[in-house]
């Protein structure tokens, strides 16, 4: 494996399952120090401890937590050069507006949206001090795309995600910070398996607008952030990076 994030010190919320805990395992296979940071400490540690990081348990959607995080990676490591803001939620109580109540609309954005406004003003300090650094918050490639499967607090949330890290990368470019926006297309999780084995109807009325037919696997994602976090990207920031199997580029796929 390259080494391109040697001697580099990286977060990951979220670390402890799916894209968080395949991009931890790559961030640690190319050299990098990884904080594990999740709600649940038996995932959270069990990732922690299989790269050889830290794992310190946070809710992300509360502001004390999320800067001790931060100030807790900086004090154990010196200083922090990569922050991907990872952690998201999609609950089954978040659907179509007319059935979605305000107490669903307003935790999915706390979990997916305000957790990466806090990330990013606890983590942007600390790259000001160290005079650069890479942030990736993870939106989604329905922050692009519209879908009839509503889940509309999701798709907002994920719509200000990718619109706030654009306005942070523009701002903080000539301080050597890159901010960009990770959009996956649909990746194969053990849920989205369960989902799609027991409704092949579901699974299929999906797969049809993919290009490549299939998928995206949690380290194919994870590939696209550690080329994110690493100089390999030194010349993108505010950007929209979408990893979706070509879905956002097509009209017509191939049968
Ligand atoms: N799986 C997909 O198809 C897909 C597609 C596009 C975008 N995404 C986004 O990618 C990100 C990761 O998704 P995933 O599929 O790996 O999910 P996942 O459920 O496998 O992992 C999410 C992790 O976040 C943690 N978490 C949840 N709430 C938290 C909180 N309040 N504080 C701290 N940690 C918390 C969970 O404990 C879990 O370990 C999310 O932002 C999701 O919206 C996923």
Known sequence: MVQRLEG???????????????????FASEGAKVVVADLDPATGKAAADEVGGLFVQVDVTDEEQVKALFQTTVDTYGKLDVAFNNAGISPPDDDSILTTGIEAWERVQKVNLTSAYLCCKYALPHMQANGKGSIINTASFVATMGAATSQISYTASKGGVLAMSRELGVQFAREGIRVNALSPGPVNT????????????????RLVH???????????????????ASDDSSFMTASNFLVDGGIAGAYVTPL
């Open 190 to 205: 053990p849920l989205l398996r369960e989902l799609f084995a027991k409704d092949p109807e579901r699974a299929a009325r």
């Open 8 to 26: 580099r010190v990286a977060v990951v919320t979220g670390g402890g399952s799916g894209i968080g805990l395949a991009t931890a395992r790559r």
């Open 210 to 228: 993919v290009p490549l037919g299939r998928f995206a696997e949690p380290e194919e994602i994870a590939a696209a952030v550690a080329f994110l």
